[in-house]
Every structure is written in C-alpha cells, then in structure tokens.
C-alpha cells in the first residue's frame, strides 16, 4: 500500500493553496491523505517565516514530533517545506536531524519524487531550496471531491509568485524570489475546469497580484496584464463572483478600478493593505505611496462601486514609529471607514532593512498602541455591520458555519459572512437574504422572508 501523507500548513493563503497543490500531486501519484499525523506515513510542515512566532512554532512542533517519532515510530518520514525551509535550507537537519526533507518554495511539485527516492531507500536526506525557472505553473492541482455534497463552491487559483516590491520590513521577496507570472490561457483553463466541477468564485491568489504580467504581458488599450486577466477570467461560464488577493494600492491604476465599473462578475471587494497612515513611515516601509494617493485611489473605488468593501492591513510598531505617526494611522483608519483590518505586530526579520533601523519601540508602547487601535477598528467594524440590518444582501452559500455547523454560511459580494437557517440544499447557491441582526464581524440573514418585500 502506498504511504499515507499529513500536511500541516502554517501562515498565509498562499501556504494553504500550496499545500493542497502538494496534496493533490500527492495523490495523483498514489499516497493517500493521513487523517491525522497519528497513523500518517509522512508528516509534512508547510512553514511560514513572515513573523519569527511563526517560525518558532514550527521548529517546536517538528522538535515534538521528532521525540514522538523516535518512540514510537521511527520509519515516519519528517519534511518541511514553504519558506522557512526556503530560507534556512540544510540548516533545518542540520538542528534537527530526524527532519528527512526539507523543500523551498520554488520546488513544492518535486516533493512527490523526493518521498518516492526516500521510500525507495535511493537518498535518505533530501535538501532543495533552488530557484526553477517555471515553477510557478507548478502549482495547478486541486483536491477537489466529486461527491456533490462536499464539492467546494469556491476555490482559489495561484496566478503568480514571488514579488519585487522590498518593502522593508518583508522577508518574502527573500524566501518567495522575484515575481513570476503564469500565462492567462493556463491560468483561464484551471479555472474553466474548476468551474466545471462546480466551483462558483474564483480568488486569484499571489503574494502582490497587481504586478501580475508586469514583465510578460504588454500594456493592451491601456490594460495592465492583471487587467487582462481578469477579463479573461470573467468570460468563463460558470464563474459566477472572481475576488483577488492580496494585491498592492500601487497597483490601482485607473484600468483596474475602470474594470470594476465593467465586470459585473468581479465582486465589490477590496483587500487594500496600507500598513500605516504617515506619509514618513510610507517611505521608510518602501511602500510606493502616500496617504493621499490611497485616500484617492479609496475614493475612485467607492465612486464606481459605492457599496465596495474595503479591508486592510497594518503594521503595529515599525521601528522609528512616533505617537505622531501612530495617530496618522488612528485618523486614516477613521477616515477610510475599514469594515475590517488586520493589524500585525511588527516583528524584525532577518535580513531585511527594517530589522537595522533605528528607534525600536518598547514592548509596552507596542501593546497599548495595538490596543488602540483595535478597539478603534472593532468600533467602526461594528457600525459598518449595524448598517447592514435590515438591508437584503445577496450571498453565496458556500457551507455549513463554522462555529455552528446547523446553521450554513454565506458571504455577500462585499465579502461579510452572513450566517442563516439552511440546509445542504443550499450550497452552491446566490440567494438573497434578509439580514435581521448583527454580531461581531458576522451577519445573520432570515431566508424565510426571502424576496417578498
Ligand atoms: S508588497 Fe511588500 S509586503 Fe507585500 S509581499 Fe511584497 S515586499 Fe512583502
């Protein structure tokens, strides 16, 4: 019998959207998927290196695992891949020697060939950290089941990897490499099949997807690559919502928020991470905008599509970052409205330029500001969702909710997840819903009133 595999993902959704790759080649050469890494064969960690916590977490689970392993059943074979296995390579084995593979984030589709030589006894260590020019076409498969009840509705599609921007407290132009395009007709036919097999929204995935075709694809009546792609992608039957993630405010120029205006099929939705508010941490974080270029490029979105959801994401404390800075963050955060944002503390990264500058803020000042700032995103979060009561929303239904599974999820165009009394039949549908109340950062629709008012 083949061995069986478990995958254990760490950090960000192109980490999730990687490992499911890994998995379905996985799969497609005869492993079976381990429920659990009690009974699997392989464990793998897919590991993440943007905040050191991350890191940690994985080498400590690996150092539990190998102890387990060791006792108990010592022939398990332990990898790690992603960007921690990018950026510490023959080091990983080199602390802990019962790790057996170790695979960076240009060679994902090798580790299906690497299992095979370890299993066939040909190598018993394996280390491939190496660029490969093509790699980004590589990540393709998805596990998808064909039994309808559990087919997702929604899937995410790798259009690119990598990214050029150097912001300077970002490790991941250093693990991920240099941008790197797929095409679009490889990009629309992984789509079309996906929507073939039931898949209704599409998120096209990369580390900074406005840069998407920079290099490769040229300007067409003022259409930028990513542009292009978009059109490409909306002409595809079946696909009924495309969002994208994450990309870059640079990035919005007016061909992109002109498409919003155009693509029905392209949701009211935008993750605009601005990772702070002062003009002068900007330019120390290497960002390639102002304030005011955000606020504007906000406000174009919002006249094209009023209803448009804007999220963020923003960086709590970056070395040098002053009070003064801080409330810049505080007044464009209230300005903008957020209907969320994610804040990250910093933490420094080797390597990168942030990680030597000066005015490294004290641990409590970090704590209070993050403080600050939350309560002031959870109260405007608050008011946006209180908006929507009352309001008919239309949704699609992707599943069962998560915290209660009797109950299905949905999300609207502007992506807040609504919950409601449903049932399987659900699935896969756009429905409108009334929404009756709100809780935090969750709806909750009524569908017995469905369309009759
Ligand atoms: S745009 Fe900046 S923050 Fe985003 S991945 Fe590239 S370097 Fe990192």
Do not use: W
Not at 10 to 39: F, H, I, P, W
Not at 58 to 65: N, R, S
Not at 205 to 220: A, F, N
Not at 246 to 269: I, M, N
């Amino acid at each position: 019998m083949m061995p069986s595999v478990y995958i254990k993902t760490y950090g960000c959704q192109m980490n999730e959207r990687d490992s499911e790759a890994v998995a379905a080649q996985l799969v497609a050469k005869g492993y079976t998927l381990a429920s659990s890494e009690a009974v699997a064969d392989v464990i793998l960690l897919n590991t993440c290196s943007v905040r050191d916590a991350a890191e940690q977490k994985a080498i400590g689970k690996m150092q539990t695992l190998a102890a387990e392993m060791r006792r108990t059943r010592p022939e398990v074979v332990l990898g790690f891949l992603g960007c921690m296995a990018q950026s510490r390579g023959q080091q990983l084995i080199d602390k802990l020697p019962d790790v057996d593979l170790v695979v960076g984030t240009q060679k994902f589709h090798r580790t299906a060939d690497y299992l095979d030589d370890i299993f066939a006894g040909k190598r018993t260590k394996v280390v491939d950290v190496g660029e490969e020019q093509g790699s980004e076409a590589a990540i393709r498969e998805h596990i998808l089941n064909g039994n309808t009840a559990e087919s997702p509705v929604t899937a995410f599609v790798s259009i690119m990897q990598g990214c050029n921007q150097y912001c300077t407290f970002c490790i991941v132009p250093y693990t991920r490499g240099g941008e790197r395009s797929r095409t679009i007709p490889d990009i629309v036919a992984e789509c079309r099949e996906l929507a073939a097999r039931g898949v209704r929204e599409i998120t096209l995935l990369g580390q900074i997807v406005t840069s998407y075709g920079k290099r490769d694809i040229p300007v067409r009546d003022g259409k930028s690559g990513f542009v292009q792609l978009l059109e490409a992608v909306h002409e595809i039957e079946g696909v009924e919502r495309i969002r994208f993630t994450s990309p870059h405010p640079k990035g919005y120029g007016d061909d992109l928020v002109e498409a919003y205006a155009r693509l029905p099929k392209l949701v009211e939705s935008a993750h605009l991470p601005v990772q702070s508010g002062s003009d002068r941490l900007l330019k120390l974080m290497h960002r390639g905008y102002t304030r005011e270029r955000f606020l504007g490029i906000i406000e174009k979105l919002r006249r094209v599509r009023p209803e448009m959801g804007i999220t963020t994401d923003i960086i709590v404390v970056l070395p040098g970052e002053t009070e003064l800075d801080f409330e810049e963050t505080l007044s464009l955060a209230r300005e903008v409205e957020f209907d969320n944002a994610y804040i990250f503390k910093y933490s420094p990264r080797k390597d990168t330029p942030a990680a030597a500058m000066p005015g490294q803020v004290a641990q409590a000042a970090k704590e209070e500001r993050n403080a600050r700032l939350l309560a002031l995103i959870n109260e405007i979060g608050a008011r946006h969702y209180e908006k929507c009561v009352g309001r008919q929303e239309q949704i699609l239904v992707e599943g069962p909710s998560k915290k209660n599974p009797a109950r299905m999820m949905g999300r609207t165009r502007n992506n807040k997840i609504v919950v409601f009394e449903g049932s399987g039949r659900h699935r896969g549908q756009i429905m409108d819903v009334k929404i009756k109340r709100a809780g935090s950062f969750t709806l909750y629709g009524d569908p017995a009133i469905l369309n009759v008012d």
